[in-house]
């Protein structure tokens, strides 16, 4: 036998270290790739679309068609912006910022990315907060107070640079303490103090006017966990406090604007319609990411009452008792209502409001609010929006360049290995997918006794979370 030189032997050592980083990345840190993420979230449906890989290409070609439609350079002062439509003149909405700088992380385009965020940074007020009304010029509008800022545009392009800190680390910015200086600033001047109710501006509002659809609790926790301030724990818990003291007779309807006693605000729209359509989205994820009771019961009771006009019948206007109002059927309320199904209400519903959100798509001359909606409700309810700022199950198992299988055995009781419900002597995801085919009384063979994670004698819901869980890391071992 040859002797291996101790040159040769260290090189061998740093190629199989190398290697099995990469290995190891593959599995864990699949928030590197863009869409198809796939990923299992951790409460209630994981996606409303039966064959992934369709849902990938639809959401790709619609990726294309958004940027051909909303991205331009043109008078974004040498960088570039979310455009809105014919409608307002092409100008440019804080808003649209956030939900382009989303997108731009979750379809991992690092470049556009920062073109983006140049904008934004270029547009910051006094505050350290975005301009929200810029025209097609770069100006910012003054017959509106467009120097103000929108918390809901805020909150989202810090989740955004969250996201891309997790993602890509850094890029032409430091995109973590771009973060932590935008999330700071955002408390300082967007929560009212003492109260924790959350302002809907930097410049006004508060407990006398609060709006419901720029509630994001799941946003709030990853705030709280990334930059370790927990007082956004308690201004997630005071979204719910203020929508639980709301009269609409268990509709789940929340209005446009309210006070946070529940209670109409001066001067403002009560009815649930274009801004409120927003909260069934923002909230669900804080049960799809996080397991809130509290988005679950105001999610499911949204989507209960939706069930009852049915799909098609969905108009973008209705009192928070439920009364119609409007008579347009339109993106902009269809995908956030599909969004809200994702908390496990009936999923037969849910996927007729994920054919609707898919078929309806708006007019392009107001073509700007809605469609950003769309993609976005399509991302999450296709199990493509995770939460990029932890590891996170795809929901089949990532290709791999070893022949080894990348799958997570437990501990067996006896012959027993629980989880192992296809019996093929691993537990990952695939296994996840056939507990719920059988949970669904779809027909599928299971190993009964391995599909009991929870060994309390039955196998149904309870057990398809306990083992989501046990994918995610939540949880160290099965049986649970």
């Not at 992380?105 to 965020?117: G, I, R």
């Not at 930097?202 to 407990?207: A, H, Q």
């Not at 409700?377 to 990029?388: A, E, H, R, V």
């Not at 192992?420 to 056939?434: A, E, P, Q, R």
């Amino acid at each position: 036998m040859k002797r291996i030189s101790k040159r040769t032997g260290i090189i061998f050592m740093l190629l199989v270290a190398v290697l099995g980083t990469y290995l190891f990345s593959t599995l864990v840190n699949v928030s590197a790739a863009g869409v198809p993420y796939n990923a299992v979230y951790p409460y209630g449906f994981s996606s409303l679309a039966d064959d992934p890989q369709q849902a990938a290409n639809m959401l790709k070609s619609e990726w294309e068609d958004w940027k051909s439609k909303r991205i331009t350079s043109n008078g974004a002062g040498g960088h570039k912006r979310v455009q809105r439509d014919a409608s307002t003149g092409y100008d440019t909405v804080s808003e649209g910022m956030g939900y382009g700088l989303l997108l731009a992380v979750c379809f991992d385009e690092q470049s556009l990315f920062d073109d983006l965020y140049g904008y934004v940074k270029s547009h910051f007020n006094g505050n350290g907060l975005m301009h929200w009304h810029i025209d097609a010029n770069n100006n910012v509008t003054t017959h509106d107070g467009g120097n103000g800022a929108a918390t809901d545009a805020d909150e989202d392009i810090a989740l955004a640079l969250i996201f891309a800190s997790k993602k890509w680390n850094s890029g032409r910015y430091n995109y973590g303490q771009e973060a932590r200086t935008l999330i700071n600033n955002l408390y300082n001047h967007c929560v009212e103090q003492g109260s924790y109710v959350l302002k809907p501006g930097d410049m006004w509002g508060g407990s006398s006017v609060t709006n419901p659809s720029y509630f994001a609790p799941a946003w709030y926790k990853v705030y709280a966990k990334f930059t370790g301030d927990s007082r956004w724990n308690q201004v997630a818990d005071k979204c719910y406090q203020i929508v639980a003291t709301l009269n609409n007779n268990g509709t789940g309807l929340v209005p446009d604007w309210c006070t946070a006693s529940g209670s109409p605000a001066s001067g403002q729209g009560f009815n649930y319609t274009y801004d409120a359509t927003r909260y069934g989205w923002r909230t669900a994820i804080d049960y799809s990411w996080f397991g809130d009771t509290r988005a679950k019961a105001n999610c499911d009771a949204l989507t209960k009452f939706f069930k009852n006009i049915g799909a098609s019948g969905i108009v973008d206007g209705y009192t928070i008792q439920g009364q119609k109002v409007g008579s347009n059927h339109n993106a902009s309320f269809i995908g956030p209502i599909a969004a809200a199904s994702m908390t496990g209400y009936d999923l037969n519903f849910a996927k007729e409001l994920y054919q609707e959100t898919v078929k309806v798509k708006d007019d392009e001359y107001y073509g700007y609010y809605g469609n950003c909606l769309r993609l976005l409700t399509l991302l999450y309810i296709t199990g493509n929006f995770p939460n990029l700022s932890e590891d996170f199950v795809p929901a089949t198992p990532p290709q791999s360049p070893t022949p080894t299988k990348m799958a997570t055995p437990t501990p067996t009781q006896g012959s027993v290995i629980y989880g192992d419900v296809n019996d093929d002597g691993y537990v990952d995801s695939l296994d996840l997918s056939v507990l719920k085919r059988y949970v669904l009384r779809k027909p599928v063979s299971v190993n009964v006794k391995a599909a009991d994670v929870n060994i309390d004698g039955s196998i149904d819901s309870l057990d398809v979370s306990v083992l989501k869980r046990y994918l995610l890391r939540k949880i160290p071992y099965l049986p649970y």
